[in-house]
């Protein structure tokens, strides 16, 4: 059972930066995508950026290129997403998942396993 549990939300005022991260454990494939994903009130979950364990190739949601990096320490077996010139429409609940032969990074259905949620709140 892969477990996930995401860290380091918290408020901060436009143009500063935060950097989330999510431990996980309970897998050992090379072949797992993980990624963020974010979900504001009334709107759908969206997906930020992902990474894959095979290559470490990266992909991100055209709103956040150039202002977050994501990561991942192998031999810590922890996720990270380093945010920065953050904006208030940035404000959501950050979740980290996971899933194996992931073809499309951005959509929620192809992620088994899920992390219970940071919040982040940028205020202008």
């Known amino acids: 059972q892969v477990q996930l549990v995401e860290s380091g939300g918290g408020s901060v005022q436009a143009g500063g930066s935060l950097r989330l991260s999510c431990p996980s454990s309970?897998?050992?494939?090379?072949?797992?995508?993980m990624a963020w994903f974010r979900q504001a009130p009334g709107k759908e979950r969206e997906g930020v950026a992902a990474?894959?364990?095979?290559?470490?190739?990266?992909y991100y949601a055209d709103f956040v290129k150039g202002r977050f990096t994501i990561s991942r320490d192998s031999a810590k077996n922890t996720l990270y997403l380093q945010m920065s010139s953050l904006k208030p429409e940035d404000t959501a609940m950050y979740y980290c998942?996971?899933?194996?032969?992931?073809?499309?990074?951005?959509?929620?259905?192809?992620?088994?396993?899920w992390g219970q949620g940071t919040q982040v709140t940028v205020s202008s």
């Open positions: 309970g897998y050992t494939s090379s072949e797992y995508c």
């Open positions: 998942a996971a899933g194996r032969w992931v073809g499309s990074w951005a959509d929620t259905y192809e992620y088994n396993y």
């Open positions: 990474i894959y364990t095979r290559d470490s190739s990266t």
